[in-house]
T-cell receptor
């Protein structure tokens, strides 16, 4: 069974500093997709970044980047120049399509606090 | 641009009552899904649909029914509410099905309390 593990229940970072959130997953598939979602106190789920497993190049979206290590099944999120608005729960998610069915699994989340 | 609309935002039920959580999207997305979010558990998939007339079970389907009669709507029915169904429920949709990198678009969630 596919699982997604976020080993850091909580993290904190100083404003303007860099923080890395970890995510590992367990799968026997070679073709899948990975996502990071952000959930601020408003409860809205917001896409941060996505990565296709067949792409070797790490995805980047402005201050957000990932370190995708396929062999190690690791998908960490780096936030550079942290801002107060980055404070939120962050969820890593894994998606694979097998035959006619789809599996989408979320990690349990990491709560990020940004200190001024 | 409404996106994914969930109603109601809050609901309190008594054990044994039934109700339907509504979800509608205006993006012509093929894929729609329901998740529940519990503290410390992340999001867990209840049911999903890859198109009108097609539904499938997710990780935690027991106690819930769904149907997909139109592309736009994907209601979630609680047949006989139980305290264990107290949770925040999210509806989400995405473009296409199968192998593509399109992300989920989420509604704002429904907080359900069963007493």
């Amino acid at each position: 069974a596919q699982t997604v593990t976020q080993s850091q229940p909580e993290m904190s970072v100083q404003e303007a500093e860099t923080v890395t959130l970890s995510c590992t997953y367990d799968t026997s598939e070679s073709d899948y997709y990975l996502f990071w979602y952000k959930q601020p106190p408003s409860r809205q789920m917001i896409l941060v970044i996505r990565q296709e497993a067949y792409k070797q190049q790490n995805a980047t979206e402005n201050r957000f980047s990932v370190n995708f290590q396929k062999a190690a099944k690791s998908f960490s999120l780096k936030i550079s120049d942290s801002q107060l608005g980055d404070a939120a729960m962050y969820f890593c998610a894994y998606r694979v399509t097998q035959g006619g069915s789809e599996k989408l699994v979320f990690g349990k989340g990491t709560k990020l606090t940004v200190n001024p | 641009n409404a996106g994914v609309t969930q109603t109601p935002k809050f609901q309190v039920l008594k054990t044994g009552q039934s109700m339907t959580l509504q979800c509608a999207q205006d993006m012509n997305h093929e894929y729609m899904s329901w998740y529940r979010q519990d503290p410390g558990m992340g999001l867990r998939l209840i049911h999903y649909s890859v198109g009108a007339g097609i539904t499938d079970q997710g990780e935690v389907p027991n106690g819930y029914n769904v149907s997909r009669s139109t592309t736009e709507d994907f209601p979630l029915r609680l047949l006989s509410a139980a305290p264990s169904q107290t949770s925040v429920y999210f509806c989400a949709s995405r473009r296409g099905t199968g192998r593509n990198n399109s992300p989920l678009h989420f509604g704002n969630g429904t907080r359900l309390t069963v007493t």
